[in-house]
Nanobody, 120 residues
Framework: QVQLVESGGGLVQAGGSLRLSCAAS????????MAWHRQAPGKQRELVAS???????NYADSAKGRFTISRDNAKNTVYLQMNGLKPEDTGVYYC??????????????WGQGTQVSVSS
């Protein structure tokens, strides 16, 4: 059984910073792409940033220049450094991983989500 567990959310004032972490555990053989998605109140879940196992990254336009995604393959962990936070960044942030594991093979996994709230 593979699990993704996020941490690092919280309440911050506009202009502040937060660092999210997501650790994958279980019978993992390898992790392909990892990503952070965000769901704001009343809106659909959207991609914030992604990173593949080679380190190539992709960002939503709203995140470019402010957020940085990174990963530690040895720890099966992905991070999202968020600087210059704005009230519109508020939402539940979900970790995603495309994981190759023992017995199950390759499938998509999601974390339970961590709340990020930015006050004006």
């Amino acid at each position: 059984q593979v699990q993704l567990v996020e941490s690092g959310g919280g309440l911050v004032q506009a202009g502040g910073s937060l660092r999210l972490s997501c650790a994958a555990s279980g019978n993992i053989l390898s992790i392909n792409s990892m990503a952070w998605h965000r769901q704001a109140p009343g809106k659909q879940r959207e991609l914030v940033a992604s990173i593949n196992n080679g380190g190539s990254t992709n960002y939503a336009d709203s995140a470019k220049g402010r957020f940085t995604i990174s990963r530690d393959n040895a720890k099966n962990t992905v991070y999202l450094q968020m600087n210059g936070l704005k009230p519109e960044d508020t939402g539940v942030y979900y970790c995603y991983g495309n994981v190759f594991s023992v017995l199950i093979g390759t499938r998509d996994y999601w974390g339970q989500g961590t709340q990020v709230s930015v006050s004006s």
